[in-house]
């Protein structure tokens, strides 16, 4: 069974940074396509960054969050990141991370349809 746990979510003011982490139990992040998703109130869920299986990075997201969104893999610790500088209200949303075991190589960010195992969410909440 693969268990995805996130932390590092919490409420910040706008111009703050967080660093999110979703750790994948008892396996490798490196067997592993993983991604961030992420659901605004009242909105539906997003993709915004995958490293697949290749390593290779791909963000999904527009360009209000071109440069301000970091994803990054650490298989040593089996554990995947999320970091987001410069936040401001609009990155207000459940962050949820989700795996895949062998996703191949993506040129696009792929529909959340894919992923069949999801974390629990973690809560970023930014004021102005």
């Known amino acids: 069974q693969v268990r995805l746990v996130e932390s590092g979510g919490g409420s910040v003011q706008a111009g703050g940074s967080l660093r999110l982490s979703c750790t994948i139990s008892?396996?490798?992040?490196?067997?592993?396509?993983m991604a961030w998703f992420r659901q605004p109130p009242g909105k539906e869920r997003e993709g915004v960054a995958v490293i697949d299986d290749h390593g290779m990075i791909t963000y999904g997201y527009g360009n209000s969050e071109k440069g301000r969104f970091t994803i990054s893999q650490e298989n040593a610790r089996n554990t995947l990141y999320l970091q987001i500088n410069n936040l401001n209200p609009g990155d207000t949303a459940m962050y949820y991370c989700?795996?895949?075991?062998?996703?191949?190589?993506?040129?696009?960010?792929?529909?959340?349809?894919?992923?069949?195992?999801w974390g629990q969410g973690s809560q970023v909440t930014v004021s102005s």
């Open positions: 008892g396996h490798s992040t490196s067997r592993y396509c």
């Open positions: 989700a795996a895949r075991l062998f996703c191949g190589s993506l040129g696009a960010m792929p529909p959340e349809s894919i992923f069949p195992f």
